[in-house]
């Protein structure tokens, strides 16, 4: 017998077992990034105050696997009849906030123009506070701008 194959008769049983034990512990403790996360819910209106092209928002189109076009800054007040009852939700509610896409894009000149997106237009919109786990602290969810609309980017 050759010393290659003592030694792959040894190695091949040692993967195994190191396999093994690494499946059996990862399945015994799943690890979980994150956690479950629960949101306080506040509706109200969010009013664009401003939309502007600037260096930043323009670059997006020269990154590699990105959006593929210059992109515009949308900028966004909340307010809310609401009785406000978390401190992060009446920090939210006194500063201005910009609205990207989900994955943190810019949006374009056609979605823009698709969701009719205008200086003072109001959008009606829900402000989520966190209030158990360790997601996004403060998230708005607009009710009809799809944060998840890519289009712009597979047209290129």
């Not at 928002?57 to 909340?78: D, I, L, N, P």
Request: a positive charge.
């Amino acid at each position: 017998m050759s010393c290659l194959e003592n030694r792959f008769d040894f190695v091949l049983p040692l993967v195994a077992v190191v396999v093994l034990v690494t499946v059996s512990h990862t399945q015994a403790a799943p690890r979980r990034l994150g956690g479950r996360c629960e949101y306080a819910d506040y509706a109200g209106t969010a009013t664009i105050l401003k939309i502007e092209k600037t260096e930043a928002s323009k670059k997006q189109a020269e990154v590699v696997g990105g959006a593929g076009y210059e992109g515009y800054e949308v900028w966004f007040s909340f307010e809310t009849k609401e009785k406000i009852k978390h401190e992060l939700a009446r920090h939210a509610v006194k500063k201005r906030h910009e609205f990207r896409l989900c994955n943190s894009w810019y949006v374009g000149p056609e979605y823009i123009e698709k969701y009719g997106i205008k200086k003072d237009k109001k959008f009606e919109c829900t402000l989520k506070v966190i209030t158990k786990g360790t997601c996004s602290p403060v998230v708005f969810k607009f009710d009809k701008l799809d944060d998840t609309d890519y289009f712009e980017s597979k047209k290129r």
